[in-house]
């Protein structure tokens, strides 16, 4: 069974920075993309970032390019969000999300974690 948990959310001020871990278990990590998303409240889910299987391939949307960084580590089975430069516009719940194929669509994605809340303040 899969199971994706991410943590590391909470409140902080803007212009600050934050790091989303999510910890994968019941897949086979190295094989999977592995993707962010966020939803703020009355707004559909959207992407954030998405990263291939080693690493060395990112994507991310406009709103976040320069500001956010995602990685992965393979041996822990665990792929990071570090957010810099937070804005209240960040404010949002976060998912982590695996795929087998790469994309940036929310029903590209077979399973979800259960989200983490970031709230930046102003």
């Known amino acids: 069974q899969v199971q994706l948990v991410e943590s590391g959310g909470g409140l902080v001020q803007a212009g600050g920075s934050l790091k989303l871990s999510c910890a994968a278990s019941g897949l086979r990590f190295n094989r999977y993309y592995m993707a962010w998303f966020r939803q703020a409240p009355g707004k559909e889910r959207a992407f954030v970032a998405v990263?291939?299987?080693?690493?060395?391939?990112?994507f991310y949307a406009d709103s976040v390019e320069g500001r956010f960084t995602i990685s992965r580590d393979n041996a822990k089975n665990t792929v990071f969000l570090q957010m810099n430069s937070l804005k209240p516009e960040d404010t949002a719940v976060y998912y982590c999300?695996?795929?087998?194929?790469?994309?940036?669509?929310?029903?590209?994605?077979?399973?979800w974690g259960q989200g983490t809340q970031v709230t930046v303040s102003s």
């Open positions: 990263i291939g299987w080693s690493g060395g391939s990112t």
């Open positions: 999300a695996t795929s087998g194929t790469w994309g940036t669509l929310a029903n590209n994605y077979n399973y």
